[in-house]
Nanobody
Framework: EVQLVESGGGLVQPGGSLRLSCATS????????MSWFRQAPGKGLEWVSA??????????YYADSVKGRFTISRDNAKNTLYLQLNSLKTEDTAMYYC?????????????RGQGTQVTVSS
């Protein structure tokens, strides 16, 4: 069974940090581009970051809104995707989803997890 399961969300103060994880199973994780998306209350789905497959060099990509604050990474031995969130702002509050990208188009996906909630508040 193909699965993506996010964890690591929570409540954090502005300026704080969190590390999100996405455990995957049922497919060859290393062969896929992977992405993170988020959806804030009352807003649409926003692409956040992506990482290329190992065979394509593992390059990383970020939305302007998170560049320099968030870091995406992958551990192919553990079939797990990560997103390190630093210098968090209240506007980063959202449900965060990991997704398997549709080929090289990192802003589209064919599989997505159930999400993990990140709340940034003092």
């Amino acid at each position: 069974e193909v699965q993506l399961v996010e964890s690591g969300g929570g409540l954090v103060q502005p300026g704080g940090s969190l590390r999100l994880s996405c455990a995957t199973s049922g497919f060859t994780f290393s062969a896929y581009y992977m992405s993170w998306f988020r959806q804030a209350p009352g807003k649409g789905l926003e692409w956040v970051s992506a990482i290329a497959s190992t065979g394509n060099g593992g390059s990383t990509y970020y939305a302007d809104s998170v560049k320099g604050r968030f870091t995406i990474s992958r551990d192919n031995a553990k079939n797990t995707l990560y997103l390190q969130l630093n210098s968090l702002k209240t506007e980063d509050t959202a449900m965060y989803y990991c997704a398997r990208a549709k080929s090289y188009n990192v802003r589209m996906y064919d599989l997505r997890g159930q999400g993990t909630q990140v709340t940034v508040s003092s």
